[in-house]
């Protein structure tokens, strides 16, 4: 059995998050380490956390696959939820008949959508990238004609906000719900008979089908589950904002995805863990709020992302011992010192 110590990337996403912990309180003079910040973090991480294991599922399923959509298909899945909810239970009278049914129909939208990705790519063909792309225009698309372009206000009831807003022994309940779909999926991949033909898709697609695994069965299931988490952050982010939008949380594909690479999901496919992805979320959420404490603009922040997500593709595709090896070649490589014309090189032993 690997020894946890032994784990390189997880070692390093631990030294990261102590790092950026210890930064914070040494510049808020200790203020960082008040349990109402880290009660608002907690409360602000499950978002990014349930799209980014989006992001990564449908990376580890191999075949340059990714989900882009799962924004967009976050947000629609609110948006319609807040418009048929009202319809079945009033919020006023009913609230918890209201939530259940806003929880019901997002959800439901949430797999309806990620199975059209997985028909789309599994059977006709297409590329994920693209695909998801499209998709992701289509559901931004159908939120806006169903909103006008304006946000949507969520109906009063107290049992939905206490998702997204209430605690659990001091801990947000949209925290709790991450850790929980975090190791329903972690298990997943680890211990069922899905997780290992998943891992084995993405490394050898050909092996797969050898050893009698529907490619096609896979990736629709896959993108399945992607929507299913997806629709799961849209029914926090409406709890917790208490409306929903079309085009809410322009950045977070970005960081979703930033947070997969960081986390050493491979975009070849094969491999993945939960547990790294859980301590890459929280690191950038504690750098977010690091910023904030800075009063960093957001468009350095995208900046900051952006640059992030360049250094972990580039190293987890060459990794430090590669880097060592170009810069060596690069050195012995390099032509000779030229001396100025008509001077000699003098011998030092005379």
């Not at 989900?67 to 919020?91: E, F, I, K, M, R």
């Not at 009278?93 to 059209?116: E, N, R």
């Not at 929980?180 to 290992?196: D, E, K, T």
């Amino acid at each position: 059995m690997k020894l946890t110590f032994s784990d390189r990337e997880l070692n390093f996403l631990v030294g990261i998050n102590v790092l950026i912990l210890v930064v914070a309180t040494v510049l808020s003079k200790g203020d960082f380490l008040d349990v109402y910040n880290f009660q608002s973090m907690g409360g602000q991480l499950p978002e990014l956390g349930l799209l980014a294991m989006g992001v990564a599922l449908s990376m580890i399923s191999g075949n340059g696959g990714i989900d882009l959509s799962g924004v967009a298909l976050a947000n629609l899945a609110g948006v319609v939820a807040a418009t048929l909810a009202p319809q079945l239970a009033p919020p006023d009278a009913s609230p918890w008949l209201y939530t259940g049914w806003f929880a019901a129909i997002a959800l439901a939208v949430g797999l309806a959508g990620g199975l059209l990705n997985g028909l789309l790519i599994a059977k006709a063909g297409l590329t994920p990238i693209l695909c998801t792309l499209g998709t992701q225009l289509l559901y931004t698309g159908l939120a806006v004609v169903l909103t006008g372009g304006s946000s949507l206000r969520v109906g009063n009831a107290e049992a939905l906000s206490a998702i997204g807003n209430e605690m659990v022994l001091g801990v947000p309940i949209p925290f709790v719900i991450f850790l929980v779909m975090l190791l329903a999926v972690g298990w997943l991949l680890r211990q069922s008979p899905f997780g290992i033909r998943l891992y084995l898709l993405g490394t050898n697609a050909k092996a797969a089908r050898y050893a009698g695994i529907s490619q096609a069965r896979m990736l629709i299931a896959t993108y399945a589950l992607c929507g299913f988490l997806a629709a799961v952050a849209g029914v926090i982010i409406a709890a917790r904002t208490a409306s929903v939008k079309s085009d809410y949380g322009n950045s977070y594909l970005l960081i979703a995805i930033l947070i997969t690479v960081m986390a050493g999901v491979r975009p070849q496919g094969g491999y993945g863990r939960m547990v790294c992805l859980f301590f890459s979320a929280v690191a950038l959420q504690l750098l977010s709020s690091t910023f904030n404490l800075l009063g960093i603009s957001n468009f350095f922040r995208d900046c900051a992302w952006g640059l992030l997500l360049l250094f972990f593709l580039a190293y987890g595709r060459f990794g430090l011992q590669d880097l060592r090896v170009f810069l060596s070649t690069t050195r012995s490589s390099a032509p000779p010192h030229q001396l100025p014309p008509g001077v000699t090189q003098r011998n030092p032993e005379g």
